[in-house]
């Protein structure tokens, strides 16, 4: 461990949603960059599989008094889980919201706020759109994901106050080997099943994971960063072009179509929000903090994955 990372030796991060697909590399990278985590979790079994940098807790009234630097907040029903029901799309919103103003309350009963607050959304919150380039700026657009994002954001925002810095962070689809859309995508297209879903023009902003935590680590220590930021590659590609790329990696052709119709019977709403349609996103506001992605270009990210 190097100085600077002794020096993070001292700092405590509480995050939620730490034992999730994100969660789980992002505590690993905070722990090897000298951070000490503490998950809020639901799970009774990993409450007693803390070491000494990582801790779990049940309870936010479980957490020692103590300076805590930074707080991340991921946490929330997946959206794939099941079919969206109007009970379900409620539940996907509440529980995200929930713990946020779980958090809220927490927050306002330190004595010393944390110097950053990072609070999940996506980039649904743009809702749908065709071709045009989307950056933090850009308005949104009325749908379900919209209306998910912008609830989990605003319970964030509401208490803006209670940290020195609040990063709302709009993820992409994140790509990475131990869980999210990647895996789910592989055994059709090993079986040459890939083709376009749909109309296959929709827009796809991905990103690389390790992408995903080195700039969660960014908006932590950078005390400049503070408002929205985009967590997506900078160069986006339309569902097709994700199609191919993925198909050429694995030497597999992806010509097979999964028309949109069949797509929403199978799938649901689900597929109507997050295949079928999409958005065209940059990362505006990370390259202007300094941010270098390691994974810019999709095919160099399915090369480093696969
Ligand atoms: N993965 C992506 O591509 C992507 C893209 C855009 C946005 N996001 C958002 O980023 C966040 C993290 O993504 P992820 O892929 O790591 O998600 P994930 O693997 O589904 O993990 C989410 C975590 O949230 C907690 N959780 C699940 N259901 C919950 C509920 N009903 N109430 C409270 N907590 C619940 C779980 O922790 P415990 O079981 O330990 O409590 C779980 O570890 C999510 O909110 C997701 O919507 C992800």
Same mark, same amino acid.
């Given at each position: 461990?190097?100085?600077?990372?002794?020096?993070?030796?001292?700092?405590?991060?509480?995050?939620?949603?730490?034992?999730?697909?994100?969660?789980?590399?992002?505590?690993?990278?905070?722990?090897?960059?000298?951070?000490?985590?503490? %998950?809020?979790?639901?799970?009774?079994?990993?409450?007693?599989?803390?070491?000494?940098?990582?801790?779990?807790?049940?309870?936010?009234?479980?957490?020692?008094?103590?300076?805590?630097?930074?707080?991340?907040?991921?946490?929330?029903?997946?959206?794939?889980?099941?079919?969206?029901?109007?009970?379900?799309?409620?539940?996907?919103?509440?529980?995200?919201?929930?713990?946020?103003?779980?958090?809220?309350?927490?927050?306002?009963?330190?004595?010393?706020?944390?110097?950053?607050?990072?609070?999940?959304?996506?980039?649904?919150?743009?809702?749908?759109?065709?071709?045009?380039?989307?950056?933090?700026?850009?308005?949104?657009?009325?749908?379900?994901?919209?209306?998910?994002?912008?609830?989990?954001?605003?319970?964030?925002?509401?208490?803006?106050?209670?940290?020195?810095?609040?990063?709302?962070?709009?993820?992409?689809?994140?790509?990475?080997?131990?869980?999210?859309?990647?895996?789910?995508?592989?055994?059709?297209?090993?079986?040459?099943?890939?083709?376009?879903?749909?109309?296959?023009?929709?827009?796809?902003?991905?990103?690389?994971?390790?992408? %995903?935590?080195?700039?969660?680590?960014?908006?932590?220590?950078?005390?400049?960063?503070?408002?929205?930021?985009?967590?997506?590659?900078?160069?986006?590609?339309?569902?097709?072009?994700?199609?191919?790329?993925?198909?050429?990696?694995?030497?597999?052709?992806?010509?097979?179509?999964?028309?949109?119709?069949?797509?929403?019977?199978?799938?649901?709403?689900?597929?109507?929000?997050?295949?079928?349609?999409?958005?065209? %996103?940059?990362?505006?506001?990370?390259?202007?903090?300094?941010?270098?992605?390691?994974?810019?270009?999709?095919?160099?990210?399915?090369?480093?994955?696969?």
């Amino acid at each position: 461990m190097n100085v600077d990372n002794l020096m993070k030796n001292s700092k405590y991060i509480l995050l939620t949603g730490g034992t999730g697909f994100i969660g789980r590399c992002l505590s690993q990278h905070l722990i090897d960059q000298g951070y000490h985590v503490t %998950v809020l979790t639901r799970s009774g079994a990993k409450l007693s599989s803390g070491t000494e940098h990582l801790a779990y807790i049940a309870a936010l009234a479980d957490l020692q008094p103590r300076h805590w630097y930074g707080v991340i907040n991921l946490a929330g029903e997946p959206l794939n889980k099941t079919r969206w029901s109007t009970a379900q799309k409620a539940q996907i919103i509440s529980s995200r919201v929930a713990v946020t103003q779980r958090l809220n309350e927490w927050l306002r009963t330190l004595s010393t706020p944390p110097e950053v607050y990072i609070s999940g959304s996506a980039v649904g919150w743009y809702g749908h759109w065709d071709d045009e380039c989307l950056d933090e700026d850009s308005p949104s657009r009325a749908g379900f994901s919209n209306t998910l994002c912008a609830a989990w954001e605003a319970a964030a925002m509401a208490q803006a106050d209670l940290a020195s810095r609040l990063c709302i962070i709009r993820l992409g689809i994140v790509l990475g080997n131990a869980g999210g859309s990647l895996p789910a995508m592989l055994l059709p297209a090993k079986l040459g099943l890939g083709g376009p879903m749909g109309a296959g023009q929709q827009w796809w902003s991905w990103i690389h994971m390790e992408d %995903v935590v080195r700039s969660i680590n960014l908006l932590l220590e950078n005390p400049q960063a503070t408002g929205v930021f985009n967590l997506t590659a900078p160069n986006p590609v339309t569902q097709i072009e994700f199609a191919r790329a993925l198909g050429r990696q694995l030497h597999r052709p992806a010509l097979l179509p999964l028309p949109g119709f069949m797509a929403k019977l199978m799938l649901g709403e689900f597929a109507e929000e997050v295949l079928l349609k999409g958005q065209r %996103v940059k990362p505006k506001h990370l390259l202007d903090s300094g941010f270098t992605f390691n994974y810019p270009e999709l095919p160099g990210a399915l090369r480093q994955l696969l």
